[in-house]
């Protein structure tokens, strides 16, 4: 399956609908084999991903085998930030880092560089650390509870 066919493909339909494509890749679960498409939004819902899906299958049916499921979705609420751009988009998010000076939790306020400015609560206390992007091992988007 010729991934880079599939995404030249699909790019416009996610124009039109406004999404970025964040990954796209094949997959085996539960003995079926699944062509993975993941597109970002801020607040898209499962009727619009319905949409979206129904013209994606349309575009690419050709190109897909009788034996793959076409699977459309969100990287959802919790997800893994692996780079600073990605970090710059989910400004004002709860988000969970770690590293070897960090296990915590708090609010992306700002990125500046290399620079994390999170917005921590310490003892009670609302403080801005700056946390170094290169410093931390794990960050991701979180859901405060």
């Not at 539960?30 to 319905?50: C, P, Q, R």
């Not at 400015?117 to 405060?144: H, M």
Request: glycine share 4%; proline share 2%.
């Amino acid at each position: 399956m010729n991934l880079e066919l599939i995404k030249e493909r699909i790019l416009p339909i996610l124009v039109k609908y406004e999404l970025e494509l964040i990954s796209i890749k094949t997959k085996r679960e539960f003995g079926f084999n699944i062509l993975e498409i993941i597109v970002d939004k801020e607040n898209v819902d499962v009727e619009y991903l319905s949409i979206v899906n129904m013209k994606i299958n349309d575009e690419i049916d050709d190109l897909l085998s009788d034996n793959y499921y076409l699977e459309v979705g969100t990287p959802g609420a919790e997800r893994e930030l692996k780079t600073i751009e990605e970090a710059k988009k989910n400004l004002n998010k709860y988000v969970c880092f770690v590293g070897d000076k960090y296990n915590s939790e708090g609010y992306l306020e700002d990125v500046k560089g290399d620079i994390l400015y999170i917005k921590v609560n310490l003892k009670g206390r609302f403080k801005v650390i700056e946390v170094p992007f290169s410093e931390l091992s794990k960050l991701k988007t979180t859901v405060k509870v």
